[in-house]
């Protein structure tokens, strides 16, 4: 049973460009979690979806941020116009259900926005 | 929303001493909390976690206490290894809301040999 696969792991853009974030959950996992990790600091969440829906998006920045679950494929993360802000360790964590709050995380993709 | 606080930000110990990690939040809400480990450049694992309806969990050399009314939650390793080295994150949900974690800032715990 493979765990949560996230690609890239390290990804380079330069100020202004798309990043693509991918994550494909635990087999089996149909909620997705993305967070956040600035260097030295914990994991801030970003945004919580399931198949289709996004159901809480409270910690995505309001602009150039986006996220979305399709019924086929992985949750994508996606940041426009990158800014060295963005530079960032992007994690993505996945669980069953939501009354089983067990989160397997992902290896990350480590984003450096040059 | 949820605040979690974490205390210290690093912590040494000597091979085979107990290392304690405490952490507050502020939801009373929540009923979730897990204890993660980071090395580095990896990702955080899943090290052992407590529900709200008990008090204390012991898994190994790592146990976990909770106590609800002071909103206070503490882990606990015994006879550490430099293997424990690494950065503690603690968090907190509400699970049976949309479960999303809110963690402390980390601790880094060296343990010399």
């Known amino acids: 049973n493979a765990g949560v696969m996230q690609n890239p792991r390290h990804l380079v853009r330069r100020r202004g460009q798309e990043a693509r974030l991918r994550c494909s959950p635990m087999k089996g996992h149909s909620h997705v979690y993305w967070y956040r990790q600035l260097p030295e600091e914990g994991l801030k969440f970003m945004v919580y979806l399931q198949k289709e829906n996004i159901i809480d998006e409270s910690g995505m920045p309001k602009e150039r941020f986006s996220a979305e679950f399709p019924k086929e494929g992985p949750s994508i993360l996606r940041i426009q116009q990158v800014v060295r802000g963005d530079s960032a360790a992007y994690f993505c964590a996945s669980s069953s259900r939501v009354s089983n709050t067990e989160a397997f995380f992902g290896q990350g993709t480590r984003l450096t926005v040059v | 929303g949820e605040n979690v606080e974490q205390h210290p930000s690093t912590l040494s110990v000597q091979e085979g001493d107990s290392a304690v990690i405490k952490c507050t939040y502020s939801d009373s809400a929540s009923n979730y909390f897990p204890w993660y480990k980071q090395e580095l450049g990896k990702r955080p694992q899943l090290i052992i976690d407590?529900?709200?309806?008990?008090g204390e969990k012991k898994d190994q050399r790592i146990a976990v206490t909770l106590n609800k009314t002071a909103k206070h939650f503490s882990l606990h390793i015994t006879e550490t290894q430099p293997e424990d080295s690494a950065v503690y994150f603690c968090a907190a949900s509400n699970a049976g809301a949309n479960s999303k974690l809110t963690f402390g800032k980390g601790i880094t715990l060296s343990v010399r040999p």
């Open positions: 407590i529900r709200s309806n008990v």
